[in-house]
């Protein structure tokens, strides 16, 4: 076996900072601080464009086309969850991956729907402006029940990670803390860009959401 760097610093820095800023934008409502939870929306959709074009031109373990896999494969990577073996993927596994594509889909519409959403006095979405207020309405029921289903996946992903540590015996959190894991010998390792290329991409997704809300 040998310990391989296989998680970029800006792919673990998304991941958690999107555990931070999901937690505020759920708190901040219960708080009466609506004003902080669009703040959270935008800087949270700045961070999905990030990802979004990241999985195109980042290290190879971020890129789309190495992660993802037909939907048989994670299938038959979920049929043998009880099978206790070592952890020999160096990115997503095959059902991780999917994992992954639906909760940015899901951050999309969130996000999306919250800049066109109200609720009914207390706050407007940046681009409520823009459509009347039945279809503000209606972003803004879509934008509640997306969350909800957010916090499920979630509560699927935290299971997730305890049956892989239970039933295979895999951590899934250190890489995601260290970036590295222990591979076999063989393995090849995966190819890493430049973490200031990932700076350039975040900030012109912050330009680009700050464009956006200012329509």
């Known amino acids: 076996m040998q310990r391989m760097k296989v998680w970029d610093l800006p792919v673990r820095l998304f991941h958690w900072a999107l555990v931070g800023l999901i937690f505020v934008s759920w708190l901040?409502?219960?708080?009466?601080?609506?004003?902080?939870?669009m703040w959270i929306g935008e800087w949270v959709l700045a961070l999905v464009l990030f990802r979004v074009a990241w999985g195109f031109i980042g290290s190879d373990t971020a890129r789309f086309t190495r992660f993802l896999q037909s939907p048989m494969a994670a299938l038959r990577h979920l049929s043998?969850?009880?099978?206790?073996?070592?952890?020999?993927?160096?990115?997503?596994?095959?059902?991780?991956?999917?994992m992954v594509l639906g909760m940015l889909g899901l951050l999309a519409v969130q996000t999306g729907t919250g800049l066109f959403s109200n609720?009914?006095?207390?706050?407007?979405?940046?681009?409520?402006?823009?459509?009347?207020k039945d279809r503000s309405d209606w972003f803004s029921r879509i934008h509640y029940l997306t969350f909800t289903v957010i916090e499920g996946v979630i509560v699927l992903h935290v299971l997730a990670i305890g049956?892989?540590?239970?039933?295979?015996?895999?951590?899934?959190?250190?890489p995601m803390v260290t970036g590295v894991k222990s591979m076999p010998a063989d393995a090849r390792a995966p190819r890493l860009v430049n973490p200031l290329w990932a700076l350039v991409v975040l900030a012109l997704a912050f330009g680009a959401v700050a464009g956006v809300v200012k329509l």
């Open 28 to 37: 901040t409502p219960e708080l009466g601080r609506m004003d902080v939870h």
């Open 80 to 98: 043998h969850l009880r099978r206790r073996e070592p952890d020999t993927e160096i990115g997503h596994n095959a059902a991780g991956g999917w």
């Open 119 to 132: 609720d009914d006095g207390n706050a407007e979405g940046p681009l409520m402006h823009l459509v009347d």
């Open 163 to 174: 049956t892989y540590a239970v039933l295979k015996r895999q951590n899934l959190v250190r």
